[in-house]
């Protein structure tokens, strides 16, 4: 069974660090693009960032770029996500998704609450 | 950035009738040079994540039930449930993965009539 657990969620104060990791199962990771996708409070879904089989490609949504960096290790079958100087409008749930094909997301996993606040 | 734009934001429909959901793409995600459109609809149950329900605009992913179909092409595309069952209650989404930024429309709420 494809598996996708994430785990390092947690309270951060604004400005603080976070870093996500997502342990992946079930599947050849890596022969897949992985991503991450994050949906606020009563929100919408919003992608963040995707990662190349190897590492080598990586693409970011603009209002994280130059603080959040995706990254793998495909030896450990997971993907990370670290996120830096954190503001409240990151609060969301993230979630850690295989990326198919050409661009749409199966599976994804449970999700892990990132909460930004004082 | 290509705005997915979905209506209605909620829908009411009764058990075992039709119900249909829009989405509209902001600039075309047919590609050419091979003739598909780069979209994909999802299905988001309460405190579950998202469960791919159908890509390339029309094709059902593997287990999920024939009552679900999904049609359009260019910039207007529409995820119909041809008979609504109850497990069916959820909000749907669209999501474009034609370019970076993916984007995704802002939901549909589907509920029992």
């Known amino acids: 069974e494809v598996q996708l657990v994430e785990s390092g969620g947690g309270l951060v104060q604004p400005g603080g660090s976070l870093r996500l990791s997502c342990a992946a199962s079930g599947f050849t990771f890596s022969n897949y693009w992985m991503g991450w996708v994050r949906q606020a409070p009563g929100k919408g879904l919003e992608w963040v960032a995707n990662?190349?089989?190897?590492?080598?490609?990586?693409y970011y949504v603009d209002s994280v770029k130059g603080r959040y960096t995706i990254s793998r290790d495909n030896a450990r079958k997971s993907l990370y996500l670290q996120m830096n100087s954190l503001r409240a409008e990151d609060t969301a749930v993230y979630y850690c998704?295989?990326?198919?094909?050409?661009?749409?997301?199966?599976?994804w996993g449970q999700g892990t609450l990132v909460t930004v606040s004082s | 950035d290509i705005v997915m734009t979905q209506s209605p934001d909620s829908l009411a429909v009764s058990l075992g009738e039709r119900a249909t959901i829009n989405c509209k793409s902001s600039?075309?995600?047919?590609?050419?040079?091979?003739?598909?459109?780069?979209l994909a609809w999802y299905q988001q149950k309460p405190g579950q994540p998202p469960k791919l329900l159908i890509y390339?605009?029309?094709t059902r992913e593997s287990g999920v039930p024939d009552r679900f179909s999904g049609s359009g092409s260019g910039t207007n595309f529409t995820l119909t449930i041809s008979s609504l069952q109850a497990e069916d209650v959820a909000v749907y989404y669209c999501?474009?993965?034609?370019?970076?930024?993916?984007?995704f429309g802002q939901g549909t709420k589907l509920e029992i009539k």
């Open positions: 999501q474009q993965y034609y370019t970076t930024p993916y984007t």
């Open positions: 998704a295989r990326v198919l094909l050409s661009g749409w997301f199966d599976p």
């Open positions: 600039q075309s995600v047919l590609y050419s040079s091979n003739n598909k459109n780069y």
């Open positions: 990662i190349k089989q190897d590492g080598s490609e990586k």
């Open positions: 390339w605009a029309s």
